[in-house]
């Protein structure tokens, strides 16, 4: 659901509790058990560079909600 956000319909409220989740995974398998959410991540964020120029105002609240998951996973990172 996060790496294919456009296929699914979620509330704000249900995908703040799908972040949530993802980083109590985060906290316990992150990277050493799940290697291509780096991957995802920075794919992302080099996707989101790269189309700075050609984003609209629709696309605020998909990109919002990257980089408030984006920031999470950081926040859990820095933690450990």
Known sequence: MIDNPENVILSQ???EQLTLV???FVKYDFP???PQMNQWLI????TLHQNMQNL???DAP???RFLGFYLEV???QRKK
């Open 13 to 15: 409220s249900c995908y």
């Open 22 to 24: 993802v980083t109590i």
């Open 32 to 34: 050493v058990a799940w």
């Open 43 to 46: 794919k992302s964020l080099d």
């Open 56 to 58: 609209q105002l629709e």
């Open 62 to 64: 998909r990109v919002q």
């Open 74 to 76: 950081l926040k859990e």
